[in-house]
Every structure is written in structure tokens, then in C-alpha cells.
């Protein structure tokens, strides 16, 4: 089966979230199973310098308001690419949603070209059967399937993050070539704007977001003004967890650390952990129980729970290093924080592929509070480097975190520690929790070796999309 999936991310080159990570993966794990999966991006310069040009497949004088695009052929190492080259939409500084002046024109142009090769193709006749669009910037490719002619591909929608939905002036309608009956509630009309997100909920065939119990939060409080649209779809709407991608996010193989190590040889982790603290400008104290949260700085990442119980870590003899970058205020107190704690708290602010794979193999616990949480990646790579996560049950954390009971560390399943109300308060006990734990250094490597045992790969994810996919009716396809 073809299919192309359509993203604004795509890791190693774009990546600001999850997103990139999963845009990397799963379609090489999706190729693996024999599906025909190609990926549809912005030529951002990142990509166009990184990645191998294979020839033209169209050129458009005109999209969008952008001036001249052309839709590229290229090839990642092992992930055949398309790409919408655009110097006046994509070629600019600002990171993918930088500059957001004109963004619904930036990613309405995507969602254009993807269906238009899924209407006509490209040179070599490939045409993919089903137009698999991830998050708001591809919300109208549903919508430019749907209004417009020849063959109909079939479509998908993924929800990554349901709290970003792209909502923009309905003045805008014609300018992104949307028919003027585009704009009613079934189509992509959102509370008197165009919802991008909407729109691609609405017309696509098939919706999926990243954990079943966000399915389910998303119908619910939720779903950020989408609730009902989803309750509605909800026999269309499957969740599905993302996956570990496991030649990046592997301790025995990771070009980051001091000391690599796995399962068999958990005594090797030990090294980058003085490695760590003296990167951080953390006491190199042995015996601190060492918290660390890597993280956007988004109200929903729930980092302000973390900063109301700073103080409380160190009094207790703990160590915090924050790794994130986002909000101003956010940042500014964490600064704050590790100011008033020297070497006892620590921040980075700002990006760091490298400080995060390091993070992960010195940390004792890795905090991932989230209000809301679609799927999450860190506490898998949490628990496949022998750091436990502590989270709020929500979303996919819910899905992929076993708390730890007398149940479940009865029956050796617990993988890390849970709470459920999103104040500083349930976080603090959950942290008594975690440190009570910490005392007891054989249960803890029980729990320990259980996260590191748990595969979380790409392979069943994968075979759930294709068998998604199936569930199209054939007219669809
Ligand atoms: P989201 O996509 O909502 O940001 P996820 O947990 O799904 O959250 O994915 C976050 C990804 O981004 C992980 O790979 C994590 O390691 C990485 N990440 C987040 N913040 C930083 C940072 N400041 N430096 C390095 N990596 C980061």
C-alpha cells in the first residue's frame, strides 16, 4: 500500500517535540512491515542541505500567496521524501513556526501539495492511497481532498497535541483556495473561523491520536473545544502509542554518554552521573537522590508543579537539574530557583539533543507532570536508560507508567511512581514516595530493570496504523 504522510517535523533536521521524533520512526517501521510509506515536508534549508535531491516532480508558478514552489524528490537514509520548496514560506529564520504572520499560508501550502500528489502523483506514477496528515499544519489536507477533484485518496488525521489547532480569520478563506462552502460546521469553519485542526478532524476518514487514554480524555474536558466533534467521530477516532526509536534511544549504543551500558551490565550506568553533575554545576554528591525534568516550558508540561516543590527536594537532601526552554516566566524561575541553590539545582535553558541522552543515564527520576499529555516521550526513554519516571496520570503517561504499589511491585510490574491531581501538593507526595523508594536500593533496581525491560518499540504501532488503514472502505482507498 502507498502512503504519504504529511509533517512539518522530522528528526535529526526539524524537531521542536515529539513530533519529529515520531515522524522519524514510525514510517521506517511502517517500511519495515512492507508498506510503502513516503513523507511529505517543508524543503526547510536544514533538510534541503542534509538530505539527498532526487529531481523535480511539479512546479507551481504560484501557491498560496508564496510566489513559485516546486515539490522536490529526495531521499533520507532509509525514507524517501517529498518536498515543497518555497524560499518565501520556508526558507527563513524562526524555526518551523516562527514568523507567524503568515503561517496559515505556510501550512495550508502543505496540506495543498500533499493532496495534490495524492490526486495526481508524481513523475515515476507513485500515488499514495491513503494522505496520512500529522497535527494542525495539515488539518486542511482532508479539506483540499474533499473540494476537490479527480481521485480521492483516502485520509487520516493524527492528534499529537490537540491544544495547538491552527485558528485563523475566515477573511482568510479564499486566499488559502477554500471554496466559499468550505465554511460551514462540517466543513472547517470553527466558531466563525477557519480551524485547520477542525477541518481535518471533520473530513478525514479516519482519526488517531497517541494513547488510548487520551482517545478517550480528548471526547471528554479534554479536547480543548473539540470534544463534541470527537465524541461524534468517536467510532473513526483509535489511539495507538508512539514508540522508542531504539538506534537513537538505546544506553548500550548512545554516542552521548561516558559510560554505556544495559541490562546486563547496569554497574556501567553509575559513571555518567559525576559526568552529569559537573556539566550541570551540580555537587558531585553521590548519595543525593537526583531529580531532573527535560521538557518544552508549557503551562501544560505542568513545570510550575515542579517549581512549587523545589525547596522541598533540597531540603531532603535531593538534587533538580531542569533541562527545557519556552516560557519566559517559567524559565526565569527556574533560574531563580538554582540561583537561591547552588549546586543543588541546576538549569539549562535552551535545546540540547545531547544533555537530554546524558540527563536520562544520570538521573534517579525524571518528573514528567503534565497536565495534559497526548502520549510523551520522555518517560520511555526514562525507563530504557534506568531512570523512573514520576507523572500525573493523564494521556499516555496513564498507558505507559505501572505506579508503584505493593500490588504491583508484588507482582513485578511497577515501572515508576503516579499521582493524579495536578497540584504542587499530590506532586510533593509523590516525590515522599519516590525518596522513601529511593532508601531501599533493591527495590529500586527491581523497579529499575522492570522500565528497562519494557521494549516500547515501533513494530506493534506500526502494524495498528496499517490495520487502520484497512478499516477504510474501499471507495475511500
Ligand atoms: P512534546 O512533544 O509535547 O514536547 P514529548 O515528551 O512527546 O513532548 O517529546 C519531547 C521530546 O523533546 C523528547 O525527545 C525530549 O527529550 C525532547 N526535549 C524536550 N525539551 C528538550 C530540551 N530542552 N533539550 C533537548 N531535548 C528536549
Not at 522519524?24 to 539527498?52: I, K, S, T, W
Not at 483509535?238 to 531504539?246: A, E, F, K, P, Q
Not at 543543588?344 to 540540547?352: E, L, M, N, T, W
Request: proline share 8%.
Amino acid at each position: 500500500m502507498n502512503i504519504l504522510f504529511v509533517a512539518s517535523e522530522l528528526f535529526p533536521y526539524v524537531k521542536t517535540g515529539g513530533l519529529g521524533d515520531v515522524m522519524a520512526a514510525l514510517p521506517r517501521a511502517m517500511r519495515a512491515l512492507g508498506a510503502e510509506v513516503r513523507l511529505l515536508l517543508p524543503a526547510y534549508p536544514a533538510l534541503l542541505e542534509a538530505v539527498e535531491l532526487q529531481g523535480e516532480v511539479t512546479a507551481l508558478p504560484e501557491l498560496m500567496g508564496g510566489g513559485p514552489a516546486r515539490i522536490l524528490r529526495a531521499e533520507a537514509p532509509g525514507l524517501p521524501l517529498y518536498l515543497l520548496d518555497q524560499p518565501a514560506f520556508f526558507d527563513r529564520p524562526g524555526g518551523p513556526y516562527g514568523q507567524p504572520e503568515d503561517l496559515a499560508h505556510r501550512f495550508a501550502a502543505l496540506s495543498w501539495a500533499a493532496s495534490f500528489l495524492g490526486r495526481v502523483g508524481d513523475v515515476a506514477g507513485w500515488r499514495p492511497e491513503v494522505l496520512h496528515g500529522h497535527d494542525w499544519h495539515t488539518g486542511l489536507m482532508p479539506a483540499y481532498v474533499a473540494y476537490g477533484e479527480g481521485p480521492r485518496p483516502a485520509t487520516v488525521m493524527t492528534i499529537h497535541n490537540i491544544a495547538f489547532q491552527g485558528r485563523f480569520s475566515a477573511a482568510l478563506l479564499s486566499e488559502l483556495w477554500l471554496p466559499r462552502h468550505a465554511l460551514t460546521p462540517e466543513g472547517v469553519e470553527f466558531h466563525g473561523d477557519i480551524g485547520f485542526l477542525k477541518g481535518g478532524l471533520r473530513l478525514a476518514d479516519r482519526i488517531s491520536t497517541v494513547s488510548p487514554t487520551y482517545a478517550r480524555e480528548i471526547q471528554l474536558a479534554g479536547g480543548h473545544g473539540l470534544e463534541g466533534l470527537l465524541a461524534h467521530r468517536r467510532g473513526d477516532l483509535h489511539g495507538i502509542l508512539n514508540g522508542v526509536d531504539r538506534t537513537v534511544w538505546s544506553p548500550a549504543k548512545d554516542a552521548h554518554l561516558v559510560s554505556r551500558y544495559d541490562l546486563k551490565h547496569p554497574g556501567r550506568r553509575a559513571p555518567n552521573r559525576p559526568d552529569f553533575q559537573r556539566r550541570m554545576g551540580l555537587q558531585e554528591d553521590p548519595g543525593a537522590p537526583l531529580f531532573a525534568a527535560i521538557s518544552r516550558l508549557d503551562p501544560l508540561k505542568g513545570l510550575d508543579l515542579v517549581l512549587d516543590n523545589v525547596d522541598h527536594l533540597v531540603s531532603q537532601g535531593a538534587q533538580l537539574a531542569v533541562i527545557g526552554t519556552g516560557d519566559p516566566h517559567a524559565e526565569g524561575a527556574f533560574r531563580q530557583a538554582a540561583q537561591r541553590h547552588p549546586g543543588r539545582v541546576a538549569v539549562f535553558i535552551g535545546y540540547d539533543e545531547a544533555l537530554a541522552h546524558r540527563t536520562f543515564a544520570a538521573a534517579d527520576v525524571i518528573l514528567v507532570p503534565s497536565r495534559q499529555e497526548p502520549c510523551g516521550l520522555t518517560q520511555l526513554y526514562a525507563q530504557g536508560y534506568g531512570a523512573l519516571p514520576l507523572v500525573r496520570r493523564t494521556g499516555g503517561l496513564a498507558d505507559t507508567v505501572v505506579g508503584v504499589t505493593p500490588e504491583t511491585l508484588a507482582d513485578d510490574t511497577a515501572t515508576g511512581f503516579q499521582f493524579d491531581w495536578a497540584t504542587g501538593w499530590a506532586l510533593g507526595e509523590a516525590i515522599n514516595e519516590a525518596l522513601r523508594l529511593f532508601r531501599d536500593p533493591a527495590t529500586w533496581r527491581q523497579v529499575q530493570r522492570r522500565g528497562m525491560a519494557t521494549e516500547f518499540g515501533w513494530e506493534g504501532p506500526a502494524r495498528a496504523y496499517l490495520d487502520l488503514y484497512a478499516t477504510i472502505p474501499p471507495e475511500g482507498i
